[in-house]
């Protein structure tokens, strides 16, 4: 299995390559393409928020705790909310994510669980999309892609590390198959995350319906 320094540099150099094509090809402007590089390596950490290790949880639900409240900043804005309004909620927000949702995930979660697979890559992506508030869609999804795209360069590199390559036979050790994968042994935790999935796929049509009008609808 990789290591938590192994997973941020290859989602960092994936992230920066991630935000240079960004700009060029797809002609998106720096800064944008700089938050999209930062999302995309914080991506390729987020596997690890199931880590039995308790500084790849700490480091990642302190960072969540800094950036996630100020990703919903336009949201909160949008919603007509204060100033003062604005910075109790970022205040909460920081305070509820580093603390409680630390000690709820933990509980919940196991090390190379559901949260290890595909259908969480997919999560992650859509929460992102569907967090951040611009009338911009290709923006939105430069910034859901890029947070799967360094959640899958973690998996992927997570399988790689348990494929022994020393030597003529190749060995697998007993992480095999766990890292790219669509379900687990547990039931109730794949049905979760397929439900969680499931309800974002249909926030996400909604918001596309809702973005094209009545033709949209009819449409699809």
Same mark, same amino acid.
């Given at each position: 299995?990789? !290591?938590?320094?192994? +997973? ?6 994936? !992230? ?31 596997? @690890?928020?199931? &880590? ?8 990642? =639900? ?20 204060? /100033? ?7 205040? =909460? ?11 709820? =995930?933990?509980?919940?979660?196991? +090390?190379?669980?559901? *949260? %290890? ?6 999560? &992650? ?5 569907? !967090?951040? %508030? ?8 430069? *910034?859901? $892609?890029?947070?799967?795209?360094? *959640?899958?360069? +973690? ?6 590390? &348990?494929? @022994? ?9 007993? =992480? ?7 379900? &687990? ?7 979760? $995350?397929?439900?969680?999935? !499931? ?7 909604? @918001?596309?319906? /809702? ?10």
């Amino acid at each position: 299995m990789a !290591g938590f320094r192994t +997973h941020i540099t290859v989602s960092g150099v994936l !992230g920066v390559g991630y935000g240079a094509a960004a700009v060029q090809p797809l002609g998106f402007p720096p800064d944008v393409a700089i938050l999209a590089a930062g999302l995309t390596t914080v991506g390729g950490m987020l596997p @690890d928020l199931d &880590s039995d290790s308790g500084v790849p949880v700490r480091e990642l =639900f302190g960072l969540a705790a800094a950036i996630v409240p100020l990703v919903f900043v336009p949201r909160l804005i949008q919603m007509g909310l204060t /100033r003062e309004g604005v910075l109790a909620v970022l205040l =909460f927000g920081y305070l509820l994510i580093r603390y409680w949702a630390r000690a709820v =995930f933990k509980r919940l979660t196991v +090390h190379r669980g559901m *949260f %290890h697979s595909v259908p969480a890559m997919l999560i &992650s992506g859509l929460a992102v999309y569907l !967090g951040y %508030h611009s009338d911009s869609r290709p923006l939105r999804l430069l *910034f859901g $892609c890029g947070v799967m795209a360094g *959640f899958l360069s +973690h998996l992927v590199l997570d399988e790689l590390y &348990s494929v @022994d390559l020393r030597g003529l036979k190749v060995r697998l050790n007993k =992480f095999a198959g766990s890292a790219v994968k669509l379900f &687990s042994p547990s039931l109730p935790a794949t049905a979760t $995350c397929y439900a969680v999935l !499931g309800a974002m796929l249909y926030l996400a049509y909604l @918001d596309y319906t /809702r973005a094209q009008g009545p033709a949209a609808v009819t449409a699809w």
